[in-house]
């Protein structure tokens, strides 16, 4: 291991770091990195930076942008309240029911912000014998995160994949929106199975406690904060948004990456958004990390680490492993490192690129692994650490082993789903 390999390495151990310690706002650890090595002369302003004149980013830029106006409309008040509706049914239908209903608006309304909103509503649904409120809240809580049907959902996901393989020397490669898409629709299948079977095997209990029902959100009516021109505006804006981004490698040149920010720069000029408002989902903590560690990626790359992990890892594998293999093993690592961790951006960078590496060292195809990678790292719940797991287990009341009798046989299926179908579908 060469000097400049070392020094590349120490920095980017000290963002992870930073990142787990959760000192420093979400995205300024990335920032830092990048900006450290460009001071240890690792890497130029130009590569350091790179992930800010990116076209992915620029593309998802502009989509977060958008993302803020639809918030905005009535169509998301309506779906929040359908979804407090589905739930109130019970029985096993309305257990099915209630199970896609939560996977269809996580198309539209996704995060912390919903997962949140999910659990609230369950945990207020009164017991019933048939359909014990403890047995729905589990799995309705995974379901906000099992979406990606639309473009709109999964441009995150394309984009970094693009930007990973690009920067550490894959080439210019486009990620097909539409299979991610179909690949993510046949999972959320397979997860409504999963939920249909595993939900029995969760404990008979009431969770409805008077102390929850009294913390529940009141219904309030809808006050809308755009006319009605405005709201046809940002649908039609939307619409055409989410169909460039199925026929992105139609379009001519890279109008397609751009488009995003032109729909939110109309948005802009109707009153849709502001100005702040604009440039504050434009460059969101998100986007400030995604656009850092694009720069970290290609330094690790253009230094020799990534291929020199790689080689490390390759010998463990046995010198020729397949790519089916090099793909389950780098899921693996990057979902077990993000749950441990809870750096899911910190995960990706770390071993998307020596696996990438690895890769083009064998001559395969970069983007199954890449992608199986990207999506690991949101796959970071088998452990009640933080976030959606640990409030979805202490609002549900379960025990360690209950939570797993639920959550780990779906982290197996999830991984290994993953790990199969990037191959075939993208392979």
Known sequence: MTLSMIITLAIIILMVVVIISDKLPFGTPALLAAALLVVFNQADIATAFSGFTDKN?????????????????KVIYDLQGLLGKVAAKGGIIGFALLMLAIMAIGNVISG??????????IATIPYNKNLPNSRILLPAA?????????????VLFTGLVASLVSNAG??????SIGKFCLMNIIWSALYLVWSIIGHKLLPDRDISGAELKEAAPEKKEFVPVLSNTQQTIVYV???VMVVAMIFLDKLPGEAGYALPLVIAGLFLCVGVLNFKEMIGNMFSPVMIMMASVIGVAATMANCGLSGFLGEKVAGMLGGNPS????VFVFTLMTSVSATLTGASFGSIFIFAPIGIALCLQFGYNPVPLALACVK???????????????????????????F??????LWVLMIAFYSVMCVVFFG
């Open 57 to 73: 980013v620029i593309m998802i830029m502009g989509f977060m942008a958008c993302m803020a106006a639809l918030q905005k409309t």
């Open 112 to 121: 912390t912000a919903y997962y949140v909103l999910v659990i609230s509503i």
């Open 142 to 154: 995974f379901a906000s995160g099992m979406a990606g049907w639309l473009p709109n959902s999964v």
């Open 170 to 175: 894959g080439g210019d490669v486009t990620v």
């Open 237 to 239: 804006g939307y619409v």
């Open 323 to 326: 790519l089916m293999v090099l």
């Open 376 to 402: 690991a790292g949101w796959i970071n719940w088998f452990l009640p650490i933080d976030g959606l797991p640990a409030l979805a287990m202490g609002t549900g009341k379960y025990k360690l082993t209950e």
């Open 404 to 409: 797993w009798k639920y959550v780990l046989p």
